[in-house]
């Protein structure tokens, strides 16, 4: 049996989505995460066990003491226990190697710091990165919108430089 359901007349779709709240940005980023050191480096590569007995090599994201956020191909993250990951001895598989570049980069930022956000194919804009989470950070950019921008979307921004006069 199939149930048909109508949408009210009195207003569209697009009045009823809310916009995201920094919560929901923040929960969706893998929630933030402290200054602190965990068992592995961000951008490390390491090898993950899979259920029948195998390893996955992946990127670190994001590490503390009690856990370790693995980025494996496809974009699929795997949160584990620090004791079941494992340094990959050879070298940057090349699927993986533009993600660990990325991690690398985004491990370098912190919290204050200009920053550049990829908006698009050859677009990107100026902003504040106000806060660090496990996949990614929310960016204030000018007029004081917040976005929550992926970690292979931001880039620090060169310091301004002033010309001579």
Avoid at 88 to 103: I, K, N, Y
Wanted: charged letters at 20%; aromatic letters at 4%.
């Amino acid at each position: 049996m199939t149930r048909k359901v109508f949408l009210s007349r009195g207003h569209s779709v697009a009045d009823t989505v809310l916009p995201p709240t920094v919560d929901s940005m923040r929960q969706r980023l893998g929630g933030r995460v402290g200054a602190g050191s965990g068992a592995f480096r961000i951008g490390a590569v390491v090898e993950v066990p899979t259920a029948s007995g195998g390893a996955r090599t992946g990127i670190v994201l994001a590490s503390t003491t009690s856990s370790v956020d693995v980025f494996l191909e496809r974009g699929i993250v795997k949160r584990t226990e620090p004791g079941n990951v494992k340094l990959q001895l050879g070298g940057t598989p090349s699927a993986l190697a533009r993600v660990a570049e990325q991690a690398n980069v985004f491990a370098t930022l912190f919290e204050g710091q200009a920053v550049h956000v990829e908006r698009g194919e050859g677009s990107s804009t100026r902003g504040t990165l106000r806060e660090k989470c496990r996949y990614g950070a929310l960016v204030e950019i000018d007029g004081g919108t917040m976005l929550g921008v992926g970690f292979q979307r931001l880039w620090p921004a060169p310091a301004p430089t002033s010309e001579p006069a």
